[in-house]
């Protein structure tokens, strides 16, 4: 079945480093990719999203590029925020497979920004 | 416009009791996700709506888990009896029927429960 996978985490930074989360997918067919982001107190919210391959979404300063040919998605910020500090899930959609309509979500990535 | 609520926002049980949940989803949301949030671990959908009819419930434990929406709208998820495992954030989320392609879900703070 479907499956995604990120970084082990989590993942502590100071101010204005850059940030690099992994994700990689397994799928038939043509999946949807997403990033996710939980702030503390709050629900999962869409990030950004990217429908086909060669595709970039982009929200917010980050940014994240579909590659079909490593089945990856990995989230990029240059410059990160205290404000950042979350936790940041990717997941797919396969319009494909059997799964249509059900976002598989990985197992999230703790992010802590310090000043 | 408001979000997706839910209650309770936390919850302790001991094992082998029951516990509701509730979801009101956003006004017009035709599709309404429940899934299960353990800890360390991404979200797992537990059940779809579409309006009141269920379109996945393949991962619901059918054996103690349950979940209705009635009239389409508001939906409760019920665990009968609780196991130590059922311990977990539970999640709702609505999208419009275009959100299922889309993948676009608003999603609930969700509902912590802890099973003794």
């Known amino acids: 079945g479907d499956s995604v996978t990120q970084m082990e985490g989590p993942v502590t930074l100071s101010e204005e480093a850059f940030l690099t989360i992994n994700c990689t997918y397994t799928a038939t067919g043509y999946p949807s990719l997403f990033w996710y982001v939980q702030y503390p107190g709050e629900g999962l919210q869409l990030l950004l999203k990217a429908t086909k391959a060669d595709d970039k979404g982009s929200n917010k300063g980050f940014e994240a590029t579909y590659r079909k040919e490593t089945t990856s998605f990995h989230l990029e910020k240059g410059s990160v925020q205290v404000s950042d500090s979350a936790v940041y899930f990717c997941?797919?959609?396969?319009?494909?497979?059997?799964?249509?309509?059900?976002?598989?979500f990985g197992q999230g990535t703790i992010l802590t920004v310090h000043p | 416009e408001a979000g997706v609520a839910q209650s309770p926002r936390y919850k302790i049980i001991e094992k082998r009791q029951s516990v509701a949940f509730w979801c009101n989803p956003i006004?017009?949301?035709?599709?309404l996700y429940w899934y299960q949030q353990i800890l360390g671990q991404g979200p797992k959908l537990l059940i779809q709506?579409?309006?009141?009819?269920?379109?996945?419930d393949s991962q619901l434990p059918k054996d103690r888990f349950s979940a209705e929406r009635l009239k389409g709208v508001d939906s409760t998820l019920k665990i009968q009896p609780a196991k130590l495992e059922d311990s977990a954030v539970y999640l709702c989320?609505?999208?419009?029927?275009?959100?299922?392609?889309?993948?676009?879900?608003?999603f609930g703070e969700g509902s912590r429960l802890t099973v003794l």
């Open positions: 006004s017009g949301h035709a599709t």
């Open positions: 997941a797919l959609i396969n319009a494909g497979g059997t799964s249509y309509g059900k976002l598989t």
């Open positions: 989320a609505s999208s419009y029927v275009a959100g299922v392609r889309t993948g676009e879900l608003f």
């Open positions: 709506f579409q309006n009141n009819g269920v379109v996945d």
